[in-house]
Nanobody, 127 residues
Framework: QVQLVESGGGLAQAGGSLRLSCTASGRPVSNYGVAWFRQAPGKEREFVSGISGNGFSIIYKESVKGRFTISRDDARNAVSLQMNTLKPTDAAVYYC????????????????????WGQGTQVTVSS
């Protein structure tokens, strides 16, 4: 099975940028659909962006379109989330997740559909 470790979180000013990385071990990350979720205090975990295992399908939460970019580096066995023009509402703990069934088709958007999760990385955005 795959293990996932997130990195790259931290503090950014509104309008700034951060780049999150999700490094996989144990299995090629390309075997899975991979997504980024986030959870703010007192709120449910929500889908942010996902990429199918075959790399042909990428989707974004509407509120991050044009600001966030998901990408995969098979040589590093990692999936990244470039976050630009950050807003205070982007502040949350960000998690990457992998799903066996996400190899083809549109990325899955329900947290319950993902079997493997990282520990999360905190993103704080100051206004």
């Amino acid at each position: 099975q795959v293990q996932l470790v997130e990195s790259g979180g931290g503090l950014a000013q509104a309008g700034g940028s951060l780049r999150l990385s999700c490094t996989a071990s144990g299995r090629p990350v390309s075997n899975y659909g991979v997504a980024w979720f986030r959870q703010a205090p007192g709120k449910e975990r929500e889908f942010v962006s996902g990429i199918s295992g075959n790399g042909f399908s990428i989707i974004y939460k509407e509120s991050v379109k044009g600001r966030f970019t998901i990408s995969r580096d098979d040589a590093r066995n990692a999936v990244s989330l470039q976050m630009n023009t950050l807003k205070p509402t982007d502040a949350a703990v960000y998690y990457c997740a992998a799903a066996r069934s996400g190899f083809v088709g549109p990325p899955l958007q329900l947290a319950s559909e993902y079997e493997f999760w990282g520990q999360g990385t905190q993103v704080t955005v100051s206004s």
